[in-house]
């Protein structure tokens, strides 16, 4: 059974080399068919993986083959294997399905562009990478594709090569990266010095099976550090507080880029790690505590940005950054498969949304501009009801998908015993409703704000493009069918069911039963804390146009910091980017480096000059001097002589 | 099919190749360069034969061939040659990057093509003889030898201020290897007086027949170190190092960089840990402290670098850093890492030296703000440049990784503090690796003579492709170039391992009475 793992992982590899080596000579539509089909070919085998996974007895659903050892040195051994089990499972096909689907797109929205062959090399490098990530079975296997994922966003960012705000966006991504990175790998060395081990099987085992390995004292101090640590590796990669300034840089990718990488995939790789070590995380809770805190900060933080930004991706950039927040909540309460749920529905959502708007971009030319869009409806009216779809579903909308995974970790964050965490994400979900409508309304709603030659060209997209949107659409809408909560009747959440073989190490604590009327209400203000940001977005970019600039001037000061995203990056410029340069130039390498230290190697040579110009006076070739020389050498010796006998 | 004297032949045959050169008619410039490739082609199919043979599971001497060379008053100078899991790879790189390195420079080099050739290959005998040395003066002679064709090739063939940089490769060199000697010939007289016989030293190190006084142990640790130090470069002994890379020719530059500075990193793993394994154990944080420094600075200088070879050139302090820090954590993973990123430092260093090479030959400049767009002109020199790039910053997959995770982990279960600093050089590496590429391949073109310059051709990619693979090998399938290490390197830990005091940490082991025969004639 699944002998045919490895192919999952490889056809996108092959893929990719394929192209990247041989796709500018053989033309757009080999590309295509090389691209588009190997990611299809990887989710119909992830499809049958997955199949063969469910028909397996519940406690039989883990499957890990090693096939050949990659490092080994003393006990610092890595196989190079791959694991399959519920959470990969789940993994696996959110990451060939919203992957082969967005490829599909990218037919249409990179046709014709110089580098179409070099686009798809590195979306099918970057598919390997992700399943390499997910399906490790082991730290640093996982590390391969935690940074291997890094580098593929590090390309598709800088991809328009001709543009330098492309290749510092990507740039920053990748060195924010690394210092998250740098943490994750401090963090697995230290599991290795704990448990001697880097294989997540023997290591959990270790930590189930022999609590007393770890008493109060110490133990978990040494569990909290190493998920801290490898917290820090999610933080950068899940773009949270303070690292996520790099993703909404990286909307300078293509469009497809960022809804399969910034959105749906990539930098949910975060919150995957953080539930793939649930059996650390589930028992610290200094750690948990802080996840908890990080991710609703973010959340809110993130969307307060969001609600004055005026590029319509990085709009859809920082409610990223707010939903990881959410499911870093959802992993911080230990509710790990909401978190994964969340997962789930937000890549089908958020894939959408930004798929819709590379469609809106695609349409007018390449304006990202939501100040200069409007009225888009009557031109695009596919992608303006898909949008609408997104919109909903991430707003947490009964029955769109969204409703089901947002409810679920804010009603967990509640039982969980953390009232404020519940109430700033409700605050939250509240502010979502409101940006992503206000951005709705903004585009395809209202007076048209652009001029005659755009309106020209104006065109709903290629079926290329349209039918994934209606896709992904399908899945916004149902895609939360898979986890019922029990309070409608109808049984126990299902995929909470399905992922809990692969949670089982993990610690559980003590809940109580709270009634499901209870929990309908939670849903019930839920669902209100959405209606109301979208009626007062309606209200303000609908109902009443002059509202917005006018609330905007009104309160110039917040309005300003927001607008300028609290002024983050201004600052880390000034602390520490800045300073380091020139340090680096003026100090250590003129300073120290020319200066002190090769100024004295030079000054050694020198002084050495010196003496032999001294010396050279002795070999002057005058015979008087060198019979002077010898008068008083002799002298010397007499005198010498002399003292030694007296 | 079994060769006898193999190591002979490695370090000779390059030799009797330039010899043959000499009497090679000087007219026709391309047979002496399809000679000199096919050649040291030759030498590098050769050396795979110690590859394939090599006992894995022994972790002393193979292939040994020892016979007597000078003879003279009771003691002797053998010629002793062998090779372990240290040594094996060393040789190995020493003979893959030869060739490169002279297909590389097939046009660059116009004047004094034969006595160019000739110095590389005499650069390689001294090369391949260094790691096969067991004789105390054996090994001295190769040093010094190999130094006087990298002194030519820097001198005669080098840029602008080449004099003034092959005089401080030279003086600096020299400065540390004369105190080398004197330890050599101490440690001779230390050991009886017959013998240069590194084994032998060994053999009786082990046995308790030659017991070190502690302060002539730490004056000879020195004495070595310092000769080893200045090659390495560890900070701050490193400022030859940009002057001569700034100066040296391409093959020059990959060749000092590729193996010329694992030499100082060799010689520690074979003289200093083993012959003096209380002094390194006592010596172990300030010089691992010194690493840390290199890394930290090395990266942070490099990076404000303007001159792409003074770049690479301070990016490899940061390098050779984090191996004195894997190294003298003395664990095996720190052991290994340290050995296995010798040999990617000589891989990745020697092919970016490779890559700024073809750009000067196309470009007639290295000043990083004359480029910008090379990538939409030169789309495969781009590309190659990335995967080196990355092998260079350690990205998984490829070999650079391997060599740091493991020199990083084996500090990290030594001192957590040392390896967190050593860890920011993963950042630091990729911000001026990348800082680098985006300056030169990345943006518009708005030099009208970066659109000018053409892409590579079939012969630079016949130069790139080998290493790339092997780039890739080492990344992907580590584990059997780990295997061949693992004995040599155990060995050299637990030399340093039993000279610690049992109740651990750094401390000096309780000395015997000092058993120095008194050959000082008083």
């Known amino acids: ?646 | 099919m079994q060769i006898t004297h193999i190591l002979s032949w490695l370090t000779y045959l390059p030799a009797a190749l330039a010899a043959a050169l000499v009497f090679f008619p000087g007219g026709s410039a391309r047979a002496l360069k399809w000679f000199a490739v096919l050649g040291s082609t030759g030498v590098f199919l050769l050396s795979l034969y110690p590859v394939y043979h090599f006992d894995p599971g022994y972790g002393g001497m193979q292939f040994v061939e020892e016979s007597a060379w000078i003879q003279a008053g009771g003691y002797s100078i053998s010629h002793h040659l062998g090779i372990d899991g240290i040594s094996l790879f060393l040789v190995a790189l020493t003979t893959f990057l030869t060739p490169l390195a002279l297909l590389a420079s097939w046009n660059s080099i116009a004047q004094r093509l034969k006595g160019f050739l000739i110095c590389m290959l005499l650069l390689e005998t001294g090369m391949v003889g260094v790691f096969c040395a067991l004789d105390l003066v054996l090994f001295y002679v190769f040093w010094e030898v190999m130094l006087i064709p990298m002194y030519f090739l820097i001198g005669i063939w080098g840029g602008e201020h080449r004099i003034y940089a092959a005089v401080k490769f030279i003086l600096y060199t020299m400065v540390g290897s004369l105190l080398m000697l004197v330890a050599i010939i101490y440690l001779f007289l230390a050991n009886g007086g017959t013998t240069f016989d590194l084994l032998a030293v060994y053999q009786n190190l082990e046995s308790g027949r030659l017991v070190l006084s502690h302060r002539a142990e730490f004056w000879l640790f020195m004495a070595f170190l310092i000769a080893f130090a200045i090659k390495v470069p560890i900070f701050p002994f490193h400022t030859w190092l940009p002057d001569a890379h700034v100066e040296a020719p391409t093959a020059g530059s990959v060749i000092l960089a590729g193996v010329l500075l694992k030499m100082g990193t060799y010689g520690l793993l074979r003289f200093c840990l083993p012959l003096f394994p209380a002094a390194a154990v006592a010596a172990a944080p300030y010089l691992s402290v010194l690493g840390l420094v290199g890394i930290v600075y090395g990266a942070l200088v490099a990076m404000v670098q303007p001159d792409l070879k003074k770049l690479v050139a301070y990016s490899s302090v940061s390098h050779m850093g984090l191996i004195i820090v894997g190294m003298f954590a003395f664990t095996l993973q720190g052991l290994e890492g340290a050995t296995m990123q010798m040999l990617n430092h000589g891989l990745s260093t020697g092919a970016l030296f490779l890559l700024v090479g073809m750009i000067y030959d196309r470009r007639h400049t290295r000043m990083i703000a004359n480029f910008g767009g090379l990538a939409h002109n030169s789309p495969v020199l781009a590309a190659f440049f990335l995967v080196v790039t990355l092998s260079s910053i350690g990205l998984p997959g490829l070999n650079g990784f391997v060599g740091e995770v493991l020199a990083l982990v084996g500090t990290f279960l030594r001192n957590r503090t040392y390896a967190a600093i050593a860890a920011t050089g993963m950042i630091l590496g990729a911000v001026y690796m990348l800082w680098m590429y985006q300056r030169v391949f990345l943006g518009k073109v708005t030099d009208p003579a970066n659109a000018a310059m053409g892409d590579i051709r079939s012969r630079d990619r016949a130069v790139l492709i080998p290493i790339v693979i092997m780039m890739l090998w080492m990344g992907v399938y580590s584990a059997p170039f780990l295997r061949r290490m693992d004995a040599s390197l155990e060995l050299v830990q637990k030399r340093v391992h039993d000279a610690r005091a049992p109740e651990g940490g750094y401390q000096v082991r309780q000395l015997k009475t000092p058993a120095i025969r008194k050959s000082d004639g008083r």
């Not at chain 1, 802080?290 to 993130?302: E, H």
């Not at chain 1, 003590?510 to 309908?520: D, L």
Request: hydrophobic letters at 55%; a neutral charge; aromatic letters at 12%.
């Open chain 1, 1 to 646: 059974m699944l002998d045919y793992l490895w192919l999952i992982p490889l056809l996108p590899l092959a893929g990719s080399a394929l192209n990247g080596l041989a796709g500018k000579r053989l033309g757009s539509s080999f590309v295509t068919w090389v691209g588009c089909g190997s990611a299809g070919l990887a989710f119909l085998a992830a499809a049958a993986a997955v199949l063969d996974l469910v028909r397996a007895a519940p406690q039989n659903r883990e499957v890990l083959i090693s096939y050949f050892t990659w490092i080994a040195c003393g006990d610092f051994v890595a196989e190079a294997q791959f694991l399959l089990d519920p959470l990969s499972g789940v993994m696996i096909l959110v990451v060939t399905g919203v992957g082969f689907v967005i490829h599909v797109y990218s037919i249409g929205y990179m046709h014709g562009d110089g580098g179409y062959y070099r686009f798809f090399s590195y979306m099918n490098l970057f598919l390997f990478a992700m399943l390499v990530l997910v399906m490790a079975g082991n730290f640093l296997m996982m590390f391969v594709g935690w940074e291997g994922v890094g580098l593929c966003s590090y390309l598709l960012i800088g991809y328009y090569i001709d543009r330098k705000s492309a290749g510092d966006a990507g740039k920053k991504a990748f060195v924010v990266n690394r210092i998250g990175d740098v943490g994750f790998i401090l963090g697995v060395f230290l599991v290795f010095a704990t448990f001697g081990s880097l294989d997540f099987a023997e290591v959990f085992r270790q930590i189930a099976s022999a609590p007393v390995r770890f008493p109060a004292e110490t133990g978990v101090g040494l569990l909290t550090a190493i998920a801290l640590l490898l917290f820090v590796g999610a933080i950068g990669k899940s773009a949270q507080i303070p690292l996520y300034v790099w993703l909404p840089d990286a909307m300078e990718g293509p469009t497809p880029v960022s809804a399969l990488i910034h959105a749906a995939t990539m930098v949910t790789a975060g919150v995957y790690m953080v539930v793939r070590c649930a059996p650390i995380y589930s028992r610290s809770e200094a750690a948990l505590g802080v996840v908890t805190v990080v991710g609703i900060l973010t959340a809110w933080l993130a969307a307060t940005i969001g609600l004055t930004q005026t590029d319509i991706k990085r709009v859809l950039a920082y409610s990223t950054v707010s939903q990881l927040g959410y499911m870093f909540v959802a992993a911080g309460v230990t509710a790990f498969s909401a978190g994964i749920f969340h997962l789930m529905t937000h890549a089908f959502f958020k894939a959408l949304l930004f798929l819709g708007a590379g469609s809106v971009i695609h349409a007018m030319g390449g304006e990202q501009d939501l100040t200069r869009m409007g009225g888009l409806r009557r031109y695009a009216p596919i992608t303006y009801r898909t949008m609408c779809i997104a919109a909903l579903a991430i707003s947490g909308i009964f029955p769109l998908a969204g409703f089901f995974s947002k409810d679920e970790i804010l009603f967990s964050a509640w039982a969980g015993g953390h009232p404020v965490v519940w109430a700033v994400g409700l605050a939250t979900a509240g502010l979502t409703a409101f940006y992503m409508f206000r951005l709705t309304f903004l585009a395809f709603h209202g007076p048209e704000r652009f001029g005659d030659d755009v309106r020209h060209h104006l065109h709903e997209s290629p079926p290329s493009m349209t039918i994934p949107l209606v896709i992904l659409a399908i899945l916004a809408t149902v895609g939360g069918f898979v986890g019922l909560p029990p309070w409608m009747g109808l049984g126990p959440n299902r995929f909470a069911e399905f992922l809990a073989p692969a949670l089982a190490h993990a610690h559980r604590p003590e809940t109580h039963e709270i009634s499901h009327s209870v929990e309908f209400v939670f849903a019930l203000v839920s669902v209100l804390a959405a209606l109301i940001g979208i009626f007062l977005a309606r209200y303000m970019y609908v109902g009443n146009p002059a509202a917005a600039g006018l609330l905007a001037a009104r309160a110039r000061g917040p309005y300003t910091l927001l607008y300028r995203k609290y002024y983050v990056d201004e600052i880390y410029d000034r602390l520490l980017v800045n300073p380091i340069v020139v340090v680096s130039r003026e100090m250590l390498w003129k300073g120290i480096d020319v200066g002190i230290v090769d100024g004295t190697v030079n000054g050694v040579g020198a002084s050495m000059r010196v003496w032999g110009g001294l010396l050279k006076y002795v070999q002057n070739g005058l015979v008087r001097s060198y019979a002077s020389w010898i008068l008083t050498g002799a002298a010397l010796l007499l005198y010498y002589v002399a003292r030694m006998r007296g």
